[in-house]
């Protein structure tokens, strides 16, 4: 069965210090990957996501993400952040096969420390 | 233009009621859904509807019935309202099977019940 583990519930950062969040999956067919936040009272919002090419994907507010295929791992990572990054960040898998099935990881929620 | 609109956004009830949550999406997409987020943040699918038709369908309590009048709309019924139903549901919506699973939320709908 496929799953994704989110191995860091909670993670305090200062601000303007770097970030990595965590992501591994498990699946035996191939996948798509994607990274949701969610900012307090929200809803979800698609941050980045790895389709196909460039295994490492960025998004407009210096988030980027590396695609490993050996590790199965989907790593978040920010080199500076701001108190507004403070949110709930969801890794998510789609297997190719089946568009229609999401699997979310557990959450992490970052908390930006001024 | 609200992609993915749902009402209302809070709803507080007493046990045993019946309650009714509506979405509808603007997108031309094929596919809704239907996500309850609990109090840890957790996200469960419940339910996944591709034009019209159920092709998700978690282990719910019969309680709760998604309804589906045109592929724009997804409704979401619970009747009998128990305490454990508190949780914040998030409707959304992806292209379904011509896409790659990426997902459009609506604000979320947050359930209360007394």
């Known amino acids: 069965a496929q799953s994704v583990t989110q191995l860091d519930s909670q993670v305090p950062v200062f601000e303007e210090a770097p970030v990595e969040l965590r992501c591994n999956y498990s699946?035996?067919?191939?996948?798509?990957l994607f990274w949701y936040v969610q900012y307090p009272n929200q809803g979800l919002q698609l941050l980045l996501k790895y389709l196909s090419g460039s295994t490492l994907v960025e998004s407009i507010n210096g988030f980027e993400a590396e695609f490993n295929k050996s590790q199965t791992s989907f790593h978040l990572r920010k080199p500076s952040v701001h108190i507004s990054d403070t949110a709930e960040y969801f890794c998510a898998v789609t297997l190719k096969t089946s568009y229609d099935k999401v699997i979310f990881g557990p959450g992490t929620s970052l908390s930006v420390i001024p | 233009d609200t992609a993915v609109s749902q009402t209302p956004k809070y709803l507080v009830t007493q046990m045993g009621n019946d309650k009714s949550i509506k979405c509808e999406q603007n997108l031309g997409h094929d596919t809704m859904y239907w996500y309850k987020q609990d109090s840890k943040k957790f996200l469960k699918i419940m339910f996944s509807y591709n034009n019209k038709e159920l092709i998700i369908n978690e282990t719910v309590p019969n309680r709760f019935s998604p309804k589906s009048p045109d592929k724009a709309h997804l409704n979401l019924h619970i009747n009998s309202l128990e305490l454990g139903d508190s949780a914040v549901y998030f409707c959304?919506?992806?292209?379904?099977?011509?896409?790659?699973?990426?997902?459009?939320f609506g604000e979320g709908s947050r359930l209360t019940v007394l």
């Open positions: 959304a919506s992806s292209l379904g099977t011509s896409g790659t699973g990426e997902l459009f």
């Open positions: 699946s035996s067919v191939s996948v798509y």
